[in-house]
């Protein structure tokens, strides 16, 4: 079974900067695409980026040009570097790692972001 865990949230003002860091267990890290998504409260859980296995990135227009997603095989792990943050920011950041021929499909405990207005 596959863990996820985040960590690097919390209260920064606006227009400082986070890094939020995701380790996975297991062995199928170097095959899986690899994302951070968000949810504010009251509001849907978005895509704000991921990457592919073969480093292929996408970006939320959102967050284009502020963050900056990457990955390390070699230590399993996915960053999100998070710059210019807003109060618009504000949410649970949730890694997610996700293998579709594989049907494998994995999500971490979250971690919170808050920017105040």
């Known amino acids: 079974q596959v863990q996820l865990v985040e960590s690097g949230g919390g209260l920064v003002q606006p227009g400082g900067s986070l890094r939020l860091s995701c380790e996975a267990s297991?062995?199928?890290?170097?095959?899986?695409?690899m994302g951070w998504y968000r949810q504010a409260p009251g509001k849907e859980r978005e895509l704000v980026a991921d990457?592919?296995?073969?480093?292929?990135?996408n970006y939320a227009d959102s967050v284009k040009g502020r963050f900056t997603i990457s990955r390390d095989n070699a230590k399993n792990t996915v960053y999100l570097q998070m710059n210019s943050l807003k109060p618009e920011d504000t949410a649970v950041y949730y890694c997610?790692?996700?293998?579709?021929?594989?049907?494998?499909?994995?999500w971490g405990q979250g971690t919170q972001v808050t920017v105040p207005s």
């Open positions: 997610h790692q996700v293998v579709v021929i594989l049907h494998l499909n994995y």
């Open positions: 297991g062995s199928i890290f170097s095959i899986a695409t």
């Open positions: 990457i592919t296995n073969s480093g292929v990135i």
